[in-house]
């Protein structure tokens, strides 16, 4: 009986505590206020625009518009990264509160590398979130909603990972990687000139879906040219993508007016119909001294990468296996 009357002493004690905790003035609570860690959007549809931009300085900005997400100066995004950063913004929730102890540091890291992302849906600002650094364990990521009280760590449940590489604040990472921004059926003509084989260049005419021919690099139409082989090309020209784009702060950067200069390892024009043109050109890489075999100088250069440039202005980095479909000569699109 004793024993009983403990127990039904101490669950009115407990059911007490609870009732206080519950009743607490707001102001205090520190379960209270979930609009100070309520950082998901729920209607990403909804999303017109996101800047995100961070204290190096950089910043990019991405807008909704009727031919997809793009860049100012309407460069197309890159559709995975856009992706993958609304699905982010969908699903991540609050993970845990902070120490009182770890706030001031969290709070400085996030005045320091925290990256600002505002989030518009149509011409209004509908959430501003303040991305920091991953927490210890790199299950979590540091943020703050702007006018919050606190930061918090926040995750993606499910998720085993950080989330702040996923808010691009560069925008040349946010840049689409086709080198062609063409449909093939808008293509009309495309030129492949290898400098060092004049007889293996072409060019390629599309005067109809019906009327496309071949001409050699001295301008003879080609007989035996194969149409079907032809089509295919120019469907791979429109696929054409860069493995990564060159920037300011690369060494090699410094050398793009002698790389300019030297003789390139092909030169690709494509023309569309309206009369827009993209010009693609490539050049050797040395390769590293250790894979050298100085009796082979088919070692002599890098086999895998190129250093390119789009209409001789933004420079990137190729691969020969994403261009393996237009290094083709003159003979391998003849009919057999």
């Not at 990019?60 to 460069?75: I, P």
């Not at 600002?116 to 703050?144: A, C, F, N």
């Not at 925008?171 to 063409?182: A, E, G, N």
């Amino acid at each position: 009986m004793k024993k009983n009357l403990l127990y039904l002493t101490v669950f009115i004690v407990l059911l007490a505590a609870a009732g206080y905790l519950l009743t607490e003035d707001p102001g205090t609570s520190t379960l209270d206020g979930a609009d100070n860690y309520d950082f998901a959007v729920s209607d990403t549809a909804a999303v017109t625009k996101i800047v995100i931009s961070d204290k190096t300085p950089s910043s990019a900005t991405v807008k909704r518009t009727s031919d997809g997400w793009e860049l100012e100066g309407g460069h197309p995004a890159r559709k995975d990264a856009i992706e993958i950063l609304l699905e982010t913004l969908n699903r991540m929730r609050m993970k845990n509160f902070l120490t009182q102890q770890m706030v001031p540091e969290v709070e400085r890291q996030l005045a320091v590398y925290g990256k600002r992302v505002e989030i518009y849906k149509g011409d209004k600002l509908d959430k501003v979130i303040y991305v920091g650094l991953p927490t210890q364990s790199e299950m979590g990521t540091y943020m703050k909603l702007e006018n919050g009280d606190l930061p918090y760590a926040v995750h993606i449940p499910g998720f085993n990972g950080f989330l702040n590489t996923r808010f691009i604040s560069e925008p040349y990472l946010w840049r689409s990687r086709d080198l062609v921004r063409m449909n093939a059926r808008n293509i009309r003509e495309v030129e492949m000139i290898y400098p060092d084989s004049l007889e293996a260049s072409f060019k390629i005419k599309v005067f109809s879906p019906d009327s496309i021919y071949m001409l050699s690099a001295d301008n003879e139409v080609q007989e035996r040219f194969s149409p079907l082989k032809g089509q295919m090309y120019l469907a791979a020209c429109a696929k054409l993508k860069y493995e990564g784009e060159i920037i300011p702060s690369d060494p090699i950067y410094n050398r793009r007016d002698s790389l300019l200069s030297s003789t390139p390892v092909f030169k690709l024009l494509v023309r569309s119909v309206a009369g827009e043109e993209t010009k693609v050109s490539g050049y050797k890489i040395k390769a590293a001294p250790e894979t050298i075999d100085y009796d082979d100088p088919s070692t002599f250069f890098d086999p895998d990468r190129m250093h390119g440039f789009i209409n001789d202005d933004r420079m990137v980095l190729l691969q020969f296996y994403a261009l393996r479909n237009v290094f083709k000569s003159q003979e391998e699109l003849l009919q057999e």
